[in-house]
């Protein structure tokens, strides 16, 4: 049995799927079982932040049209070809609307989310330390 927004790993040829709706089969690739990728919350002694983070700024207003902006964003995570933020997502609490944004090694990984929905939460997979979830 899959779980409802599970994200799930291939650890042979590295598929990454996540389940919009929860069936009684297993996840198979390269006939192995999908491994389903269990969520952190906490930094550990890695020395590089996982844990994403949601803020929202002033924008503009030095130019005396203030707006407010919301993003999602890593700080000090290496973002090269062998260790880089693969995806951030970002789903409200009612867990019925989600949004995504897909880097490459060489991009910033920083989200904007402005006007997305109140208090979402955020998720982000790095390719080497496996899925993060933000406070
Ligand atoms: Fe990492």
Redesign the pocket.
């Known amino acids: 049995m899959s779980v409802k927004f599970g994200i799930y790993k291939c650890n042979i040829c590295g598929n990454v799927v996540q389940v919009f709706e929860a069936g009684a089969g297993e996840l198979i690739c390269c006939g192995e079982e999908m491994e389903l990728l269990s969520t952190q919350y906490e930094e550990n002694e890695?020395g590089?932040k996982?844990v994403p983070v949601i803020d929202t700024v002033h924008e503009g207003c030095e130019t005396g049209v203030c707006t407010e902006a919301t993003y999602v964003s890593l700080n000090k995570?290496?973002m090269t070809k062998e260790?880089y933020?693969q995806f951030i997502e970002v789903m409200n609490q009612e867990k019925n609307e989600i949004r995504i944004k897909f880097f490459k090694p060489e991009e910033t990984p920083v989200y904007n989310i402005t006007g997305f929905c109140e208090k979402p939460f955020a998720l982000e997979l790095?390719?080497?330390?496996g899925l993060w979830r933000s406070k």
Request: proline share 9%.
């Open positions: 890695i590089e996982h995570h290496p260790h933020i790095c390719n080497v330390h």
